[in-house]
């Protein structure tokens, strides 16, 4: 109908798809002048805008529409080359693209179609006062999408500036963690960290884990850590270079790099398949991060498993803040420290019970484990817990759980 919309689903659940595909039924009918762009999707980071390329390209293989991705870290002379053909649609960084505009290298005023993805996230960036200026250089008679992981009041009050009269589309409740993923705490030291984390990479069934830290010089710690211990590790966080970035995301996708260890670059939005599990090195200071790190794992209908390890007073009042969000207490993990577990009885009444029941329930469910020295079972150590389809082959694309429609 060509409404303006306002739409707002859990992350894993497709948002991507929901614009691009109906983006090319329309486009379809049609064809770009040279540097006057059809369509117009803003991303807030470079991996994110790289993404949505990605979804176009496989989505529109049938169709004869063209694209081009204005990010950082690129040449700007590959980028003007695309834009002088002419594009139906242009993904690109707010950045980036007023640096084209600046040089005169792209006009917007034959743009039908804008797409603003993960609002939220290009608000804490502080990139709204570039994408207002980018939207006043806009036809005022378009179609805009407006899409984010939450819908706060902030967010609303900002959509009015972009949207007219929208339909509003709220797929899941505010802040929910996906039913698919299994949530765990544990509780140990500080300094006992990195050997908590080793012992869990080593005791779970993994295919591939993507390990969040808060700070990005925690990253380079960890990852000389893990490689000396000889895991199979990589970085990515807001400091790489763009092709350093690529490449560390590439050897995720492709299996070569098991474990990711990474900063909130990687918590929004992006779709790395078939993740197993997400460990929370640190517990995240914005609760809402929470929500997003723990949807790289557990999506499109899979199932996950996501760490979180707990070590300070902080750490608790964080958690008090992310179980207030998700509506629900993050069960404790049977692996806990007695310290930790004695941290954890201070919480509040509620939390107390919960967290003692979650303790037993654990105790029970280790009480007949196997020795270390015992082959590894296939069982598993939470008998109720949903586990991910077992794997095949070497690489995502010898995976048998690829969508039907992209087969």
């Known amino acids: 109908?060509?409404?303006?919309?306002?739409?707002?689903?859990?992350?894993?659940?497709?948002?991507?798809?929901?614009?691009?595909l109906p983006m090319i039924d329309i486009l379809d009918a049609g064809r770009a002048k040279a540097r006057m762009p059809r369509s117009l999707i803003l991303a807030p980071t470079r991996e994110l805008a790289a993404q949505v390329a990605e979804s176009f390209e496989k989505f529109s293989v049938n169709h004869g529409l063209s694209m081009a991705?204005?990010?950082?870290?690129?040449?700007?002379?590959?980028?003007?080359?695309?834009?002088?053909?002419?594009?139906?649609?242009?993904?690109?960084t707010p950045g980036r693209l007023l640096d084209h505009f600046e040089r005169g290298k792209v006009l917007l005023q034959d743009v039908k179609i804008l797409v603003i993805d993960e609002a939220d996230r290009m608000l804490d960036m502080g990139f709204i006062p570039d994408v207002e200026r980018i939207v006043s250089y806009l036809p005022v008679m378009r179609q805009t999408l407006f899409f984010s992981a939450t819908l706060s009041e902030e967010i609303h009050k900002i959509g009015k500036k972009f949207v007219m009269n929208p339909k509003i589309i709220e797929v899941a409740k505010p802040a929910s963690t996906a039913d698919t993923v299994s949530q765990r705490l544990i509780w140990t030291k500080p300094r006992q960290k990195r050997e908590?984390?080793?012992?869990?990479?080593?005791?779970?069934?993994?295919?591939?884990?993507?390990?969040?830290?808060?700070?990005?010089?925690?990253?380079?710690?960890?990852?000389?850590?893990l490689k000396r211990?000889?895991?199979?590790?990589?970085?990515?966080?807001?400091?790489?270079?763009?092709?350093?970035?690529?490449?560390?995301?590439?050897?995720?996708?492709?299996?070569?790099?098991?474990?990711?260890?990474?900063?909130?670059?990687?918590?929004?939005?992006?779709?790395?398949?078939?993740?197993?599990?997400?460990?929370?090195?640190?517990?995240?200071?914005?609760?809402?991060?929470?929500?997003?790190?723990?949807?790289?794992?557990?999506?499109?209908?899979?199932?996950?498993?996501?760490?979180?390890?707990?070590?300070s007073e902080d750490d608790k009042k964080y958690l008090h803040a992310i179980e207030t969000l998700i509506g629900k207490s993050i069960e404790l993990d049977g692996s806990s420290s007695d310290e930790g577990q004695e941290a954890a009885k201070s919480d509040g009444p509620a939390e107390k019970?919960?967290?003692?029941?979650?303790?037993?329930?654990?105790?029970?469910?280790?009480?007949?484990?196997?020795?270390?020295?015992?082959?590894?079972q296939k069982k598993s150590k939470y008998p109720n817990?949903?586990?991910?389809?077992?794997?095949?082959?070497?690489?995502?694309?010898?995976?048998?759980?690829?969508p039907a429609f992209l087969r």
């Open 229 to 311: 211990h000889e895991f199979n590790a990589a970085a990515l966080h807001g400091d790489m270079t763009q092709s350093a970035r690529l490449a560390a995301l590439s050897d995720f996708k492709e299996g070569r790099v098991t474990i990711l260890i990474a900063s909130d670059v990687a918590a929004r939005g992006l779709d790395i398949p078939s993740v197993s599990h997400v460990f929370n090195f640190d517990v995240p200071s914005n609760a809402e991060d929470y929500v997003h790190r723990i949807g790289r794992t557990g999506r499109a209908g899979r199932t996950g498993s996501a760490f979180t390890l707990a070590a």
């Open 1 to 20: 109908m060509g409404r303006d919309i306002l739409g707002s689903a859990q992350t894993g659940t497709g948002k991507t798809a929901s614009f691009t």
């Open 196 to 225: 908590v984390l080793r012992d869990l990479l080593r005791r779970e069934t993994l295919q591939n884990a993507v390990i969040f830290c808060n700070r990005k010089r925690d990253i380079a710690t960890l990852l000389s850590s």
């Open 353 to 376: 019970k919960t967290r003692s029941q979650s303790r037993k329930k654990a105790m029970n469910e280790n009480s007949d484990a196997p020795s270390e020295d015992a082959k590894p």
């Open 69 to 92: 991705l204005l990010i950082g870290g690129v040449s700007f002379s590959d980028q003007e080359a695309a834009l002088d053909k002419g594009v139906d649609v242009l993904i690109a």
């Open 385 to 402: 817990e949903k586990r991910p389809p077992e794997w095949k082959g070497n690489s995502f694309r010898d995976s048998d759980h690829i």
